[in-house]
């Protein structure tokens, strides 16, 4: 593949990426509290002593409205 698909392929990605974390309800100024609590937009699901995760990541979403609130990590089976 060539340098210029390359480089505009990375620029897709990180404009989706950037587009699905503005799209976040982590990131509304309504919902100030998940912050509060001591959300991210990337969290760890895994706790074991300490918060850590290395596997898949999936969208926690709202059941009312069924928006995203945040990216959250977890470790999946071996």
Same mark, same amino acid.
């Given at each position: 593949?060539?340098?210029?698909?390359?480089?505009?392929?990375?620029?897709?990605? @990180?404009?989706?990426?950037y587009?699905?974390?503005?799209?976040?309800?982590?990131?509304?100024?309504?919902? @100030?509290?998940l912050? +509060?609590?001591?959300?991210? +937009?990337?969290?760890?699901?895994?706790?074991?002593?300490?918060? @850590?995760?290395?596997?898949?990541? %999936?969208?926690?979403? @709202?059941?009312?409205?069924?928006?995203?609130?945040?990216? %959250?990590?977890?470790?999946?089976p071996?």
């Amino acid at each position: 593949m060539n340098t210029f698909l390359r480089q505009g392929r990375g620029k897709i990605a @990180a404009w989706q990426q950037y587009r699905m974390a503005s799209q976040l309800l982590i990131n509304d100024s309504k919902y @100030a509290f998940l912050k +509060e609590l001591g959300l991210k +937009e990337n969290n760890s699901g895994v706790f074991h002593g300490k918060w @850590a995760a290395s596997g898949q990541v %999936v969208q926690s979403y @709202a059941p009312a409205s069924n928006s995203p609130i945040a990216n %959250v990590s977890y470790n999946g089976p071996k």
